[in-house]
Nanobody
Framework: QVQLVESGGGLVQAGGSLRLSCAAS????????MGWFRQAPGKEREFVAV???????TYADSAKGRFTISRDNVKNTVSLQMNSLKPEDTAVYYCAADVALVTMRAGYWGQGTQVTVSA
């Protein structure tokens, strides 16, 4: 059974930083892309960032220059370093695994972690 467990969310002031982490277990994650998505209240879930097995990265325009995605293929973890946070970054952030790079659909999801950015 695949499990993705996020951690690192919380409350931060605008301009601050947070680092989200996701621990994956239950299958091999070799060769698959992993990523982060988010869902703000009243909005649909949206793509934030994705990283391939060999480290290729793609970011949403809203994340470029502020967020950095990384992964540890030995520990089966993926992280999202978020800097210069804005109130509009407030959302539940979801870790995803087996992300299809064209459709940005994921095979597996975590339970989500809340990020709140105060003005």
């Amino acid at each position: 059974q695949v499990q993705l467990v996020e951690s690192g969310g919380g409350l931060v002031q605008a301009g601050g930083s947070l680092r989200l982490s996701c621990a994956a277990s239950g299958r091999t994650f070799s060769g698959i892309a992993m990523g982060w998505f988010r869902q703000a209240p009243g909005k649909e879930r949206e793509f934030v960032a994705v990283i391939t097995w060999i480290g290729g990265r793609t970011y949403a325009d809203s994340a470029k220059g502020r967020f950095t995605i990384s992964r540890d293929n030995v520990k089966n973890t993926v992280s999202l370093q978020m800097n210069s946070l804005k109130p509009e970054d407030t959302a539940v952030y979801y870790c995803a695994a087996d992300v299809a790079l064209v459709t940005m659909r994921a095979g597996y999801w975590g339970q989500g972690t809340q990020v709140t950015v105060s003005a």
